[in-house]
């Protein structure tokens, strides 16, 4: 089992920044990817940002330029810098990770944009 716990949401005004920090623990040898989702209230589970072992990263388009993801191996964490923020990123967002073709989420964490 894979175990994932996200930190650093909160309220931000429109267009600043948070981070975000996901720490993975359990038996995370071998985890393929780590990434971002998230979800808006009524909308779908969407992929911000997504980090494979190979160093492929790709980006939602509305994030790019905005949004960086990022890995510390040693630290078992992935992060995601959020810069200028927009009430459209509402949503909690959801850390994730894959191992042998499972799926793993974290609880989510809530960000708000909002003045």
């Known amino acids: 089992q894979v175990q994932l716990v996200e930190s650093g949401g909160g309220l931000v005004q429109p267009g600043g920044s948070l981070r975000l920090s996901c720490a993975a623990s359990?038996?995370?040898?071998?985890?393929?990817?780590m990434g971002w989702f998230r979800q808006a209230p009524g909308k779908r589970r969407e992929l911000i940002a997504m980090?494979?072992?190979?160093?492929?990263?790709d980006y939602l388009d509305s994030v790019k330029g905005r949004f960086t993801i990022s890995r510390d191996n040693a630290k078992n964490t992935v992060y995601l810098q959020m810069n200028f923020l927009k009430p459209e990123d509402t949503a909690v967002y959801y850390c994730?990770?894959?191992?042998?073709?499972?799926?793993?989420w974290g609880q989510g964490t809530q960000v708000t944009v909002s003045s």
């Open positions: 980090n494979t072992n190979d160093g492929r990263i």
């Open positions: 994730y990770g894959r191992l042998n073709s499972q799926n793993y």
């Open positions: 359990g038996r995370i040898f071998g985890i393929s990817a």
